[in-house]
């Protein structure tokens, strides 16, 4: 590990985290704008969604190859670049002259916020040690929670003051001051890295997760042509068994498969792929229940309010709780969200969904961070960022598949039945922590 002074150190994770912040605002901000950019700049309105399906499908493909790059370079300066190809995408966004200009600058921000987050991670697990990142990604979570409930209402509040363009804008510059923040740092370059480098196999599965995140965020609704997801799949398809095959020649494999053998690091990413998974599904389905239309804009906001405020509040009384009760706290969050998907299943009565929207952001809040920072600690310094891309992947991966599933399912069953689905995932989540993870768990990096 690298030697720093609490003053340097502290900078390191305030870098971190006003980056941290930028990427929920990223996506929400630009989801909201979609309706208004299509209108307003000249292309195919079909190119609208992809604004968002592009960052997305990038983030996910460079996040792995950005990590082990992040490892290999100098970090502070690798994460500052990643920063500033956000900032500079971001201003450029605002003067995009057609929809094509936009996606396009949109696919250069999912590299630059790949190399952010990989880049973070990877300079925060070289400065501290595993004791410690317990309380470190306690703060991630709370910005992250705080980025997240906060993220529409900021998006509308920046469309309503400055129309779309202050929506790429406002990110933009925070993204400008966490490069600014890494100035006067020590570069952070660790002194042995390995000459080869598995190149293809992190190509590869870039193109895997990519193309399958893509597939799934267009989906399969009348207004998509059938192929397009189904082209994409086969693409994902392709890609992973050619990763398969490389990755059993490879001497040093890009995919850090020996991680995935520990099995409190893989148990944790299921969780928190899991949490996530409630998370986007409720916001998408509690106000599709009929309760939830009959009720008023007040009462419908503090529906929302109590499924995402509690992120906003409670991840540094998680991490406390998390130095002793990671694994009870984890699984017991992840049982109350499969019951609180049953209740859903037999009434949508408006005292429910106030009472489950509560549940539920209840769990995500003393939660937020936990499976992170517990997982990270297996993680040696030297290949943080490779460890926590992983990490993030798996995260991602599994949130996006929880969503299509629900999407899915919705269609044919009604909307309390997406919840179903999550619940059902946040079930076997559960399970396979408890049955994992020991209960105390040892601290070794």
């Known amino acids: 590990m690298f030697t720093l002074s609490v003053r340097q150190r502290r ?16 996506i929400t901000g630009a ?7 299509t209108e307003r700049l000249p292309g195919a309105d079909a190119l609208g969604p992809w604004i968002v399906l592009t960052y ?10 950005a990590g082990v790059a992040a490892d290999r370079a100098a970090r502070t300066r690798f994460f500052a670049v990643g920063n500033i190809v956000v900032a500079t995408t971001g201003i450029l966004s605002a003067f995009a002259p057609d929809l094509w200009s936009l996606v396009a600058l949109r696919t ?5 916020a790949a190399m952010c987050a990989a880049g973070g991670s990877s300079m925060i697990l070289a400065v501290y040690p595993p004791e410690e990142r317990r309380r470190v990604y306690g703060y991630s979570g709370a910005v992250l929670g705080s980025s997240l409930a906060l993220g529409p209402v900021v998006a509308q509040g920046l469309m309503a003051v400055g129309g779309w363009p202050l929506v790429f804008v406002a990110p933009a510059a925070v993204a400008a001051l966490a490069a600014l923040a890494t100035l006067g740092l020590p570069a952070l370059r660790s002194p042995e890295v390995p000459e080869g480098f598995d190149l293809a196999g992190a190509v590869l599965f870039g193109v895997s997760i990519a193309a399958a995140v893509t597939a799934l965020g267009l989906g399969f609704g009348p207004e998509v042509p059938w192929w397009g997801p189904v082209a994409l799949i086969l693409v994902a ?22 991680l995935l053998r520990i099995p409190a690091y893989r148990a944790y990413a299921v969780a928190t792929g899991a949490f996530m998974g409630m998370l986007v599904v409720g916001l998408t389905v509690l106000p599709q229940l009929g309760a939830a239309r009959s009720m008023g804009p007040g009462t419908s906001a503090v529906m929302l309010s109590l499924l995402t405020v509690p992120s906003t509040v409670l991840p540094l009384v998680a991490a406390r709780l998390a130095r002793r009760w990671a694994r009870q706290l984890v699984t017991t969050a992840l049982f109350a969200c499969f019951v609180t998907a049953v209740v859903l299943q037999i009434t949508d009565h408006p ?3 106030l009472a489950a929207s509560g549940a539920v952001g209840l769990c995500l809040g003393l939660t937020e961070g936990v499976p992170d ?3 990270l600690k297996y993680v040696p310094y030297q290949r943080g960022g490779a460890g926590a891309a992983l990490f993030g992947t798996t995260r991602m991966s599994l949130e996006t598949l929880t969503l299509a599933g629900a999407t899915g399912v919705m269609a044919a069953l009604g909307p309390s039945s997406g919840m179903a689905v999550a619940g059902a995932v946040a079930l076997v989540a559960g399970i396979v922590v408890h049955r994992t993870v020991p209960s105390r768990d040892p601290q070794r990096a």
Do not use: C, H, K, W
């Open 11 to 26: 900078r390191v994770l305030v870098a971190d985290l006003i980056s941290t912040g930028v990427f929920p605002l990223a």
């Open 373 to 375: 920072g517990q997982a």
């Open 108 to 112: 250069v921000a999912g590299v630059g």
């Open 31 to 37: 989801t909201a704008v979609v309706p208004d950019v």
């Open 237 to 258: 398809v392709a890609s992973a068994t050619a990763l398969v095959r490389v990755e059993r020649r490879a001497p040093d494999p890009a995919i850090p498969v020996d």
């Open 351 to 353: 005292a429910a969904l």
């Open 56 to 65: 997305n499908g990038l983030f996910a493909a460079a996040l792995l190859l």
